[in-house]
């Protein structure tokens, strides 16, 4: 599988995007960051809506942009999705669809129905985008970007204009995309909670620079760095819903290296989700902590520690298997228990948040 | 019959000749409009003005220059002379030539506005979609300006109608060939036929009421598209 290799430098009046970036050729690329931190024009320095006069840019092998050529926008095989949709108002649905399909030789009419039925939206086919609503909208400009059947699909923050409500209508369809179509998807988004959910690879991004890129669960683990998703640290685990128990309403999480008890989410058993657990929720204990109130606990080996925001706390990083988890400790509590890297020491994790 | 075959005959002269100059400057008009909407050019200024002259310019102004040009000393004059067209004044094609000039602003003006109105946005996502930039013009641009159309056609289909001042200039009064139907009021007037220009007049009152009462009426649900 190929890599996207993606290199430019644009100076704005009191902004300069300056990027180099080497991505996976497949699965979901967070672009993470603040409005103004250059996502969106990157995004479009991708899609050559901007004129990045410095620049390289190779999708899967196709050379894009070089320092002879560049290659206008209607001929980069790319899905744009945009942040207020875009639908064409003298169009229905259909036509809509329609309108990059027919000009796409590689395209065929089984991805255009492949595209419908992903984003269940056949009962709207025959409607003008005035008729939609804003969640409905966002689907037929999803599934217009996929039926011309592109080499790499680029979302910009698609759901940043919907409500929550509505975000909780597209979720889904996104993660079918994410599991059903191998290709490419670039995804700006400045929400914690879609990046977290959504995302294999993280780019984090400020004032037109990349502050980190690398794959989602390592990055949000690596405590260097000041990536915050929301509020809190924390690490992401993929996990397998594995056992439900009906008796206590309890349901078992088995993820690389462990397995964790949680509410039952009310999920068939062998559902893929992810979960993220708060370093604020995890502390740790040298010995095994015996009965307690507390059941998830694991066995780990201390791994890397830094200093957390405020002076008096610190963050401990915890590999359990091939998973990690990340604590949030007191630095006297850290002394106290005499915590260092290679260190064993049980994690005890209090709560575990389902992605969805 | 209410109208003289004169009448008739000026009637039909006048809509042929604001046919024929709103077609023109549909297709002049287009891409200048398109220019002054999309461009980022120092030149733009310069252009709009010259644009609007004719909104400013007393008629008599713009024909004087105009008789000028297309006259045998003229540089127009000696183009069309040198291409076996003859010299234009005086004749349906001059009317049609100076006409054009002088309805220019109502077809751009409109137009720019319904471009400008559209933004970029629709060009981009058709981009994305893989249609070139004159595949966009033509597919969304142009669908998306429909009533910045209508309204250009009409403000220019009647304006041109209405013109005086530059028809005679150039055209003089030449029954059938350059006599419009302002001017053939103007005759009948001038010959105390007041009956005569009373029926073409209402004829012209008619019209220019039921052409403005259309786009009123026509322009707001298209607009909702």
């Known amino acids: 599988m190929g890599e996207i290799h993606a290199r430019f430098r644009l100076d704005r009046p009191g902004f300069t995007l300056d990027v180099n970036l080497i991505l996976p050729g497949r699965g979901v690329t967070a672009l993470f960051g603040h409005s103004g931190s250059g996502k969106t024009t990157l995004l479009r320095c991708m899609a050559g809506l901007e004129h990045a006069r410095s620049g390289f840019l190779s999708v899967n092998g196709e050379v894009w942009q070089d320092q002879t050529r560049w290659r206008p926008t209607h001929q980069r095989s790319l899905g744009y999705v945009f942040q207020d949709v875009g639908l064409f108002p003298h169009l229905s649905v259909l036509e809509n669809l329609h309108y990059g399909m027919k000009r796409v030789a590689t395209s065929r009419q089984t991805n255009l129905n492949q595209a419908i039925e992903l984003l269940g939206i056949t009962h709207l086919l025959n409607r003008r985008p005035q008729r939609l609503s804003g969640g409905e909208r966002q689907r037929v400009g999803i599934a217009r970007a996929l039926a011309v059947n592109p080499r790499i699909l680029l979302m910009d923050e698609p759901l940043a204009a919907l409500d929550i409500r509505r975000k909780q209508e597209i979720l889904p369809y996104l993660e079918r995309l994410h599991r059903e179509l191998d290709l490419p998807l670039l995804y700006v988004s400045h929400s914690p909670d879609e990046v977290a959910r959504l995302a294999d690879h993280l780019v984090a991004m400020e004032s037109g620079r990349v502050l980190v890129n690398g794959p989602l669960i390592e990055t949000l683990a690596r405590l260097d760095l000041p990536i915050r998703l929301g509020e809190d640290a924390g690490a992401v685990l993929d996990v397998t819903l594995g056992v439900v128990d009906t008796t206590w309403h309890l349901a078992r999480l088995d993820f690389a290296g462990g397995s964790l008890w949680t509410r039952n989410p009310g999920l068939a058993v062998g559902s893929r989700v992810r979960v993220r657990v708060l370093a604020r929720d995890v502390s740790l204990a040298c010995e095994h902590p015996g009965p307690s109130s507390i059941q998830n606990v694991l066995p780990g080996r201390v791994d890397a520690m830094a200093d957390d925001e405020h002076p008096g706390l610190t963050l401990v990083r915890v590999q359990v298997g091939d998973s990690r988890l990340v604590a949030r400790l007191t630095k006297r509590a850290a002394q106290e228990l005499a915590i260092s890297p290679g260190q064993t020491v049980w994690a005890q994790v209090k709560s575990v948040a389902l992605l969805e | ?225």
């Open chain 2, 1 to 225: 019959m209410l109208l003289s075959s004169d009448d008739l005959a000026a009637l039909w002269l006048t809509v042929r000749l604001a046919f024929l100059v709103t077609l023109i400057l549909l297709l002049i008009g287009t891409p200048i409009a398109w220019w002054l909407a999309r461009t980022g050019s120092r030149w733009k200024g310069s252009v709009s003005a010259v644009v609007a002259l004719p909104l400013v310019l007393p008629p008599s102004v713009l024909g004087f220059y105009l008789l000028l040009a297309m006259g045998p000393s003229g540089w127009v004059g000696q183009l069309s002379q040198a291409l076996g067209i003859g010299l234009l004044p005086f004749s349906f094609w001059g009317l049609v030539v100076a006409s054009v000039l002088y309805s220019l602003p109502f077809m751009v003006q409109p137009l720019q506005t319904a471009f400008e109105a559209i933004g970029d946005w629709p060009l981009e996502v058709a981009a994305t979609l893989r249609a070139s930039p004159l595949d966009a013009f033509f597919t969304v641009a142009v669908p998306m300006a429909r009533p910045g159309f209508l309204t250009a056609c009409v403000m220019t289909f009647a304006h041109t109608i209405g013109e005086f001042g530059v028809v005679l200039m150039i055209g003089g009064n030449l029954p059938g060939v350059t006599r419009v139907v302002s001017v053939q009021i103007y005759d009948h007037v001038e010959a105390m036929e007041y009956a005569e220009a009373h029926r073409l007049a209402a004829v012209m009152l008619i019209f220019s009421f039921l052409v403005l009462l259309t786009l009123h009426t026509v322009r707001p649900t298209s607009e909702k598209g």
